[in-house]
C-alpha cells in the first residue's frame, strides 16, 4: 500500500478536534438503542457480536456520557486502534488506518474510573505504550484480536511495557488470538513477549491469566521455561492459569533441558505438579491441554507409576496437560495384576486430564501395558472429570474400577484398549456417581451373559463408538434409566435391537457409520421412545439399503424423516445399485417396480390355469371318447413280441360266487369266445384231493396275468382275499405287473372299511378297469381289458400238461362246468 495513504490518514488523525465533526461521542452511540445493549453511569455494554446492524466503532469513542463509567464493554466492533477519536461519516477500510494506532493517547483523560475494559473480537494489532497508564483496571480481556506487540517495539530486547501499567489487576484475558485482515505474515510467537511481561505483575493482585491460543500458523515453536512464570507469580494470588492450545516445543524449570536421544522433548507431569504446588500456593486451576498442536515435535508428556504418592499437597482443583505427541516410545510392557493409587495428597482435586500421556514404572524403559484385576484409588478423593484420553497408557483394563465415588465425568478416549465388562459398573465403590463416560476408540467387551452398566442410574451420555462392536444386547442399557444419549456409531452392527422403553428420557442415539442396512419393525417402533422425546436418531453412513424388501423401512424413514439428525447425509443403494437420498427416494415408483413381477406373474399363472381348465372341462366331456381312441392307437402301435415264458392259460380269474354270473357270462364268454383267451378258474380247472393253496398257487403259476373281480362280495369273502393274498406273492415273485384289477362296481360304492391296506396299495400304484353298464364305456373296458392282456398264449397242450395232478387242461373248448361244479362254488369260499 502505497505510503502516501498512510500519511494521510495519519495527519487526519492527528488534526482531527476531538469535538469536530468527525468525532464520535459516547452519549451519541448511547442514544442509538440498535447499537448498545446498556448504558449507565456505571457500566456500558455495546457489544456488536450478535448485532444484525453492528456499526464498526473503529477507534475508542470519546466519553462524554459519565466520569464515573467503571465498565467497558466494546466487544466485537472492529476497533482497530486504542485512538479516542472515531470517525462518524466516513468508514475507513480497516487496511488503510491500522497505522494510525502509534499516537499515543491515554484512557486516564476521560475513562478515569475505569476498572474493566472488554475489546474482545476486535482488529487490534498494536497497544501503545501508556495507553493504561493511570487506570486502576482489575479486568482487562484483549482476546480474539490481532495482536503484535513487535510494532510497537524498538528492538527483541525491549520488553512490551503493557502489564507494568497494571499493578491492580485482577483478570487477564489475551487468548484466541487471530491473523490481521491484511495477512501479514510473522514469526513472532507471541508468547515470548507475554511470558517474560508477566515480571511486572510479581507484586500485583492478579487472580486470573489466560494466554490460551495466542499461537499463529506461521509462529514459530515457543520453548517455554516454567521458572520464569512461577517466579513472576510467586507473591501474587493467582488461581487460575490457562496456557492450553499454544505453539509449545518444549516446557523445562531452570536451565533449558535437551534430550539428544529423543527427537522430541519430555515433561514429567509430576514434576509439573509439584513446581505449580510448591511456587504457586493459591493456584486452583491450571491448563495446559493440548500444547503442541498436532506438531511432529510436540513434547511427550509422562507420567510414573509412583507420581501420585510423591506429589506435593496443593490447592489445585483443576489439572490439564495434554501434547498432540503420540507416545510411541519402544519400550518393554510390564502387566499388573492390581494397582493400588493413593490421592490422599491431592484430594482437592476435582478435574484431571492427562491425554496424550505415557504411563511409566520407575525405570523409563518399562511401560504399563495392562491391569488384569482393575485398579483402585484410596483415602478418597474429589475427583469429579478425569481425562486420560490418548494412546500410550495400557493395551487392557479389567476387574473393576474401585475408589473415584465422585467422578461424574470420565474421558478414555482413543486408547485402542480393551476395557473389561466388569469396569462398567456403578455400584458401591465404583463410578456411584458417573454421569459422562466416553469409551470411542477402544475395544469394549460386551458380553450378554453379564449385566452391564450395573447401578448406573446416574448416567446421561454415553460414547462407545469405534470399538469394533458387532453386536449388543438388548438389555444393554437397562441399569441406566435416565440416560439422554448413547453413540455407537464406527462400529459392525449389523443388526440392532436396544430395548428403549425404560429410557424415559433419551433424546439422541448415534448409530452411524456401521454396518446397518435396514432397522427392523420391531426396533422402528421402539424408536418411538425418543421420537417422543423430540429427539434425533442418526443413521447416516450406514449401508442402507433401499431395494423391494426394506419398502416398509424406507416409508418409515420418509414419515419420520424429522426425528433423523442429517436426514439429508442418509445415502441408500437402491435396485439400480446407484447411491440415492432415502429420504427423497420416490416410493410409490419403487413399489410399482417392485410389484411388476407379481403382476406379470400372477397373470401368467392366471392365463396357465384358465388354459388347464377349459382343457379339463373338455377332456372330461369327451374322456371316454378319447380313452377309446387312445387305446386303439397304443394297440396299433405297440410291438406284442413279448414271450409268453410256457404260460398255457392266459389268466387266472378270481372272483366271488356272488359275481359269478357275471365272471362267466360275461367275462369268461366275451374273452373266450369273442377274443380268444384262455383262462383259468376253479370251478372249471381245479382237480379234487388237493390242498387249496396249492391249487391256486399252481394255476397262477400256469397263468400270464391274474384278473381279479373286486367288489362289495369279493371283499367279503374269505376264500377271495386269501386268492388275492396269493396274488400279491406271485406279483412279488415275478417282479412284473401281472395283476389285472376289475372293478365290478365303482370304488365309491363299495364301504371304505373294506378296503385293506394291500388293496389300497395295488390301487394307488396300478391302473385298474372299471366295468359300467353304460354301451360306450364298455367298448372302452374290452378295448381296455384286451390291450392290458396282451396277445392270446395260444400254447400248446403237452404231455408235461397232461400228467399234471393239480388242473385239467384239456376241457377249455367244451364251455362251463356242469351245475354240481357251481353248487361246490360256495364251499370253497367258506373253507379258508
Wanted: glycine share 4%.
Amino acid at each position: 500500500m502505497a505510503s502516501w495513504m498512510y500519511a494521510c490518514v495519519v495527519l487526519l488523525s492527528v488534526t482531527s478536534s476531538l469535538h469536530g465533526k468527525y468525532g464520535r461521542m459516547l452519549s451519541e452511540i448511547c442514544s442509538d438503542k440498535h447499537t448498545c445493549q446498556s448504558c449507565t453511569n456505571t457500566s456500558i455494554t455495546c457489544n456488536g457480536k450478535d448485532g444484525s446492524k453492528k456499526q464498526p466503532f473503529y477507534f475508542i469513542p470519546v466519553n462524554d456520557f459519565s466520569p464515573e463509567i467503571r465498565t467497558l464493554n466494546l466487544e466485537f466492533r472492529d476497533i482497530i486502534g486504542l485512538k479516542l477519536v472515531g470517525y462518524k461519516n466516513k468508514k475507513l477500510q480497516r487496511d488503510r488506518v491500522h497505522k494510525v494506532t502509534k499516537r499515543n493517547l491515554t484512557f486516564q483523560e476521560y475513562y478515569p474510573n475505569l476498572e474493566y475494559l472488554n475489546l474482545a473480537g476486535n482488529e487490534l494489532e498494536a497497544i501503545p505504550k501508556d495507553v493504561f497508564k493511570g487506570l486502576a483496571l482489575r479486568g482487562l480481556n484483549l482476546g480474539i484480536n490481532p495482536l503484535n506487540p513487535r510494532i510497537m517495539m524498538k528492538s527483541e530486547d525491549e520488553d512490551w511495557g503493557i502489564f507494568e501499567q497494571l499493578p491492580n489487576i485482577r483478570f487477564l484475558n489475551i487468548s484466541r488470538m487471530k491473523h490481521p485482515n491484511h495477512y501479514q505474515i510473522t514469526k513472532h510467537n507471541i508468547l515470548q513477549y507475554l511470558i517474560p511481561e508477566l515480571k511486572y505483575l510479581n507484586h500485583s493482585k492478579i487472580e486470573v491469566i489466560d494466554f490460551s491460543e495466542t499461537h499463529r500458523k506461521t509462529a514459530k515453536p515457543y520453548s517455554l521455561n516454567m521458572s520464569l512464570v512461577l517466579t513472576a507469580l510467586k507473591e501474587t494470588p493467582i488461581r487460575e492459569i490457562y496456557l492450553s492450545n499454544n505453539y509449545i516445543d518444549n516446557v523445562y524449570f531452570g536451565s533449558n533441558k535437551e534430550f539428544p536421544e529423543l527427537p522430541y522433548s519430555r515433561i514429567g507431569v509430576g514434576e509439573m505438579w509439584n513446581n505449580l504446588s510448591t511456587h504457586l500456593k493459591h493456584l486452583e486451576h491450571f491448563d495446559m491441554s493440548n500444547i503442541g498442536l498436532d506438531l511432529f515435535n510436540s513434547p511427550l508428556l509422562i507420567i510414573h507409576e509412583g507420581t501420585f504418592e510423591k506429589m506435593i499437597a496443593s490447592n489445585l482443583k483443576t489439572f490439564k496437560m495434554s501434547s498432540s505427541q503420540t507416545p510411541d516410545l519402544q519400550t518393554d510392557q510390564i502387566e499388573f495384576s492390581h494397582l493400588l493409587i493413593n490421592l490422599a495428597i491431592i484430594s482437592k482435586l476435582e478435574v484431571l486430564k492427562l491425554v496424550n500421556v505415557m504411563f511409566l514404572r520407575s525405570n523409563y524403559m518399562c511401560r504399563v501395558s495392562s491391569f488384569q484385576d482393575g485398579l483402585s484409588f484410596q483415602n478418597g478423593n474429589k475427583l469429579r472429570i478425569l481425562d486420560i484420553s490418548g494412546p500410550g497408557k495400557f493395551s487392557e483394563i479389567n476387574g473393576e474400577i474401585k475408589g473415584l465415588t465422585s467422578l461424574e465425568e470420565l474421558y478414555f478416549n482413543d486408547n485402542n484398549c480393551i476395557i473389561g465388562q466388569s469396569v462398567l459398573s456403578c455400584s458401591n465403590g465404583n463410578f456411584e456417581s458417573l454421569k459422562i463416560l466416553r469409551l470411542s476408540g477402544n475395544l469394549v467387551q460386551l458380553n450378554s451373559s453379564k449385566e452391564v452398566f450395573a447401578d448406573c442410574d446416574k448416567l446421561i451420555h454415553v460414547d462407545l463408538s469405534y470399538n469394533k462392536i458387532k453386536e449388543i444386547s438388548s438389555d444393554l442399557l437397562k441399569n441406566a434409566k435416565n440416560l439422554k444419549s448413547l453413540d455407537l456409531s464406527g462400529n459392525l452392527l449389523t443388526h440392532i435391537d436396544l430395548n428403549l422403553a425404560e429410557l424415559k428420557q433419551m433424546k439422541f442415539l448415534n448409530l452411524s457409520h456401521n454396518k446397518l442396512d435396514k432397522l427392523e419393525y420391531f426396533f422402528m417402533d421402539k424408536l418411538k421412545r425418543i421420537a417422543a422425546n423430540e429427539g434425533l436418531v442418526d443413521l447416516h453412513g450406514n449401508p442402507l439399503s433401499c431395494k423391494c424388501g426394506e419398502i416398509e423401512f424406507i416409508s418409515w424413514i420418509q414419515a419420520n424423516k424429522f426425528t433423523f439428525h442429517k436426514p439429508n447425509w442418509m445415502l441408500c443403494t437402491d435396485i439400480f445399485s446407484t447411491q440415492v437420498n432415502i429420504t427423497k427416494l420416490n416410493l410409490a415408483e419403487l413399489k410399482f417396480y417392485c410389484i411388476k413381477p407379481i403382476i406379470i406373474s400372477v397373470t401368467a399363472t392366471a392365463g396357465t390355469i384358465g388354459v388347464i381348465l377349459l382343457s379339463t372341462v373338455l377332456i372330461y366331456k369327451y374322456r371316454f371318447r378319447i380313452q377309446y381312441l387312445a387305446l386303439l392307437a397304443r394297440a396299433q402301435f405297440r410291438r406284442r413280441n413279448v414271450p409268453d415264458d410256457g404260460y398255457y392259460f392266459d389268466a387266472f380269474l378270481s372272483y366271488s360266487s356272488l359275481d359269478k354270473e357275471f365272471s362267466h357270462n360275461t367275462l369268461t364268454h366275451r374273452l373266450e369266445g369273442d377274443f380268444g383267451y384262455k383262462l383259468c378258474f376253479d370251478e372249471r380247472n381245479f382237480l379234487g384231493g388237493h390242498v387249496l393253496e396249492e391249487l391256486v398257487t399252481v394255476a397262477m403259476n400256469h397263468s400270464k396275468k391274474i384278473i381279479l373281480v373286486i367288489s362289495e362280495h369279493f371283499l367279503r369273502s374269505k376264500w377271495c382275499t386269501f386268492e388275492m393274498d396269493i396274488a400279491n406273492g406271485v406279483l412279488a415273485t415275478r417282479g412284473c405287473n401281472c395283476i389285472i384289477l376289475i372293478l365290478r362296481v365303482p370304488l365309491n360304492m363299495i364301504p371304505a372299511q373294506l378296503i385293506k391296506p394291500r388293496l389300497r396299495s395295488l390301487l394307488e400304484n396300478r391302473l385298474y378297469i372299471e366295468w359300467s353298464e353304460e354301451k360306450d364305456r364298455q367298448q372302452l373296458f374290452w378295448q381296455k381289458l384286451k390291450d392290458t392282456l396282451g396277445r392270446p398264449c395260444n400254447a400248446e397242450l403237452t404231455d408235461e400238461h397232461r400228467r399234471n395232478g393239480y388242473l385239467v387242461f384239456n376241457q377249455f373248448d367244451t364251455g362251463i362246468c356242469d351245475d354240481v361244479q357251481d353248487e361246490l362254488q360256495p364251499l370253497l369260499e367258506n373253507s379258508v
